[in-house]
Each structure stands twice: as C-alpha cells, then as structure tokens.
C-alpha cells in the first residue's frame, strides 16, 4: 500500500472502520476492543494519525489531520462472540495485507447482515435439556436429605441438617 492515499480510499478505509466497529459493539465486544481493532484496521491501510472513541451506544472516528469525524449510534447491542471472532479474523487479514479495501468492505458488510444466532428449535431443545439437567438435580438433592432424615436424624435429637439442607 503507497504511503500517500487519495481522500476516495481514506472515505473507503473510514468506511470500513465503521463498520468493523459496529459489527463489534453490536455484538457486546468491550469497548477498547472496539478501538484498538478500529485504529490498526485503519494503520493497516495507510491512515496514521487516528483517532477513536467507543462508548455503549457510539462510535466516533476521526483523522487527527483532517477535519471528517464520524459519528454512528448503536441502538441495538446483544452478545455474538461469532461474529466478533469473525471480525477479529478479518482485520488479522487487513493487517497482514491479505485483503483490498473493496474486499473487506464487502466481507464486513455481507458480515454485518449476516444472521449468525440459533434458531429456535436449537434454543428450545438447549433450554429443555437444561430444565431437565436442573431437575435431575432436585431430585437427587432431595434423595439426599431424605436418606439423611433416616440415617442421622434418628441417632440425634435435633434437625439442624435437614433444616439445613432444606433451606
């Protein structure tokens, strides 16, 4: 990449960087994660003097050199450790040169629409093994302080265990 980048390839490179940023804040990545990937995609592609501000509902960009900054609002966050496995995947690519700007623009963005969470079949049937999981639980707790109540209680005169275990 030449040193020397036209204002056509910084909009470019920007673009990308926003959209690596909100791929990540929108999946629940920490916000300085967000940042550092932000500013080495940017460093990757020619932009230098950088600068990035992340908060839970924001991110700004901004070149120290110039005065474009960016702002985009992120209203919907959730937790896909997918897609920021993804992202951090594609900007280890951007900083070993293996992908153009156009290339990761596109893969951000096909990225970005991409629905990556289970459905609900897979949702039901995991919490419907857990329920069942918890319920095994119960019952072999319950086993426990029943066999309890018939072995020790008997030899003591007080009920402090199955008080115990009860509560």
Do not use: W
Request: glycine share 2%; hydrophobic share 40%; proline share 1%.
């Amino acid at each position: 990449m030449p040193d020397s980048i036209t204002i056509i390839d910084e909009n470019k490179v920007i673009d990308v960087v926003l959209i690596a940023g909100r791929i990540l804040l929108e999946s629940g990545a920490e916000t300085y994660r967000v940042e550092d990937t932000m500013n080495r995609i940017a460093h990757s592609y020619g932009l230098h003097n950088t600068y990035s501000f992340v908060s839970s509902t924001a991110i700004i960009f901004s070149l120290n050199d110039r005065t474009s900054t960016r702002l985009i609002r992120v209203q919907e966050r959730t937790t896909d450790l997918e897609k920021i496995a993804l992202t951090n995947s594609l900007s280890r690519k951007i900083s070993n040169k293996e992908l153009t700007i156009d290339e990761a623009k596109s893969e951000f963005i096909h990225l970005q629409h991409a629905s990556l969470q289970y459905s609900f079949l897979t949702n039901f049937f995991a919490a419907a093994i857990a329920c069942g999981f918890s319920y095994l639980c119960l019952v072999v707790s319950h086993q426990i302080v029943g066999l309890q109540s018939l072995l020790v209680d008997p030899h003591f005169n007080i009920q402090l265990c199955t008080t115990l275990y009860t509560n």
